[in-house]
């Protein structure tokens, strides 16, 4: 049970909120809850989905996206995160179990994606205080300076997701990932 209220519905949403669900469910077929309890505040669903939006039509592929989302989810303890980018890792960007698990984990099988999902866990374990060599790492392993700040706003989203999840305890409407498994 939600400790705010979860609108039933995109009708019983705030109105503003209303057009932004319309249209993740015409993306998605579905409104998952974190969505509709974010609708609570127009502002902070217009700001999720237009920064999402965005960094989804950046230099980071879909895979790294989500080997980031895992990583962050498991340090933040969100299983909501958890159950839903494990959902989405494997069926749209097609991680198996074994990268799954090495993504919460913090590493990655592949050695490319191991310098950003080691570089993401190092953001959110220091606060964004990472070192020069934090930064280096990255940039050795072929990663941009876009792609380097992308990872650093996939951090702040993901966290920004985690942290709405578990403060207000959004029901998980995916099959159920818990954090105390990894």
Known sequence: MTRITLPASIDAAPAAAQPL?????????????????????????EGYLGLNGALAKGALDAQTRERIALAVAQINGCDYCLSAHSYLGKNLAKLDDAEIAANRNG?????????????????????GQVSEEDVNAVKSAGYSEAELV?????????????????????????PVVRAAAA
């Open 21 to 45: 669900l319309e249209a993740v469910n015409k993306q998605l077929g579905v409104v998952p809850n974190l969505f509709r309890l974010t609708a609570n505040s127009p502002a902070a669903l």
């Open 107 to 127: 590493k990655s099988s592949d050695q490319k994606a191991n310098a950003a999902v080691r570089f993401a866990v190092a953001l959110v374990h220091q606060r």
């Open 150 to 174: 992308e990872i650093v706003a996939h951090v702040a989203l993901n966290t920004l997701t985690n942290y709405l999840n578990e403060a207000f305890g959004t029901p998980i409407d995916f």
